[in-house]
């Protein structure tokens, strides 16, 4: 095999023990960092001058889902909508533009950022949109807002049945429009199939942009049959340039899917969803919800959980659950003890949870002692802080645990869950250490004492991230012998007042030894 040697020089690393940077060269042979040294390469070597960037270890998104990123740039775009009349005028002005359309396709909505904080209704969708069918995805994914020519092509009425784990919501006894989590799938006809192609195409539109803001993986978080196909398709074109470790939906793991790992895409997980989100009221609660007679929606419980943990575990897959409220945690948890009661659950099983909102804290414990990792999405807390104050009252004191999760030794990892939040790890950083929104409010942060160092959040998107896919002794540090994948930035991020995290600028992105994005 021909060997493949990069040299990038005129780079800083700061050092973890003196807290200084110093200049270095890093020689790469074969995607592996071959040898770090602080003298500029000798004279005749070819090498990239990084133009004194800061380096760090490759950011690491650690949930995000690829396909809906890229799809997404292709699609009405809502999340910018301040109330129901500008998202209708925006989808208006997106079908303007695109008239061959046979449905109108978007999402990003958000009724929290509206004046009502309201969820919609068809009424003024289908009086702007009578005969073509429009779906607009709320922008946690776990929520449609319909119109009433869909409805019908979907042959939804007051007597059809609701799928278990979802909600068909009525307004004034009818139809609303809203279908949450699992009754999405009775519109499933009405949206046209998609092809391969379609799927590789926004795959590859996805990775422009994480690779432009200093990604170097992916945890794709719940890839279906087709979404698998066009990624081993990518792989053999040799245009995947961004690692991806993916997880398999529920349906793509039942259907018999084999851990695969081929050059930089690598399945081995499994993704379940046990509850739905918090913003829709389908997060499951222990008690009602502090605005709603509801206790959200369980879609599954200890048992179906313990059935699946036993199935994946027997084909060496890591499971990885969505689970928002206190009680899919528990029920989670509940599980992964009813399995290591049976005998089956492997001694390093790394079993993850996504998201982690709410946990009860006599929870937290048993959460450390089964050697289960939160898989925390830091951006989240400062785009729910208000509405989830509003969802759980007194219960607010049990949601977004961050520092309480690193100081019950719980190991944590981080991500963004894009295109649900913005994808870039800068934000997320600056969530998990101010704890304010981009515009700095609250001034002090938001529950402050949760806040994490910049050392420490910088470490969800790199070294834990790393122990999260099983790959902690070969990346997640700038380290001779490791993968040569990292992040270059224009400043030292550890020695940076925390206010000014969201200035930095990513200068490069290098995956493999590849120099995959640069800005320098």
Known sequence: MKTNVKVYSNLNLVDHNSGQPKQITVYVKNGVIDK????????????????????????????????????????????????????????AEFYQQNKSLKCILGGGWNQENWETK??????????????????????DGHAVWVNKKTIELAGI???????????????????S?????????????????????????????????????GITEVHDAGISDIQYQAYLSLVKEDKLKIRIYA??????????????????????????VSDGALGSRGAALIENYSDYDTKGILILDRSKLKNLLKKAFNKNFQVCVHAIGDKANRELINAVE?????????????????????????????????????SIQPVHCISDMYMAEDRLGDRIDDAYLWNTLLQNKIKIMGGSDFPVEDCSPLIGIHAAVN????????????????????????????KYAAYGSFKEKTKGEILEGYLADFTLIDQNIFDLDPSKILDIKILGTVVEGNLVYSNF
């Open 118 to 139: 309201s969820l919609p209704n068809n009424k003024k969708l289908s009086l702007k949109f009578p005969d073509i069918p429009v779906i607009m995805t709320r922008v």
């Open 36 to 91: 770090i040294c602080n003298n500029p390469p000798e004279n005749g070597v070819d090498f990239i001058d990084c133009n004194n960037a800061f380096l760090i270890p490759g950011f690491v998104d650690g949930h995000g889902h690829v396909t809906h990123l890229g799809k997404n740039q292709f699609e009405v775009d809502l999340s910018s909508c301040n109330s129901e009349e500008e998202a209708i005028d925006k989808i």
């Open 177 to 213: 429009g809203i279908l949450v989590d699992k009754a999405q799938s009775l519109i499933k006809n009405v949206i046209p199939n998609e092809t391969i192609d379609d799927v590789k195409n926004w795959i590859l539109e996805a990775q422009k942009i994480c690779l432009s803001q």
């Open 157 to 175: 009425n007051l007597k059809t049945v609701t799928p278990s784990g979802g909600e068909i919501l009525i307004y004034d006894n009818q139809v």
């Open 338 to 374: 009813d399995v290591k009661e049976s005998k089956s659950l492997p001694s390093d099983h790394r079993t993850r949870i996504e998201h982690a909102q709410i946990i009860k804290k006599n929870d937290l414990k048993r959460i450390f002692n089964n050697n289960v990792i939160a």
């Open 435 to 462: 704890r304010q929104k981009i515009n700095f409010l609250p001034v002090k942060g938001w529950k402050s004492k949760e806040k994490l160092n910049i050392k420490e959040a910088v470490n969800m998107f790199t």
């Open 247 to 272: 997880m398999a939906n529920q349906e793509l793991f039942e259907k018999g899917v084999n851990i695969t790992d081929k050059n930089l895409f690598e399945l081995r997980s499994v993704k379940l």
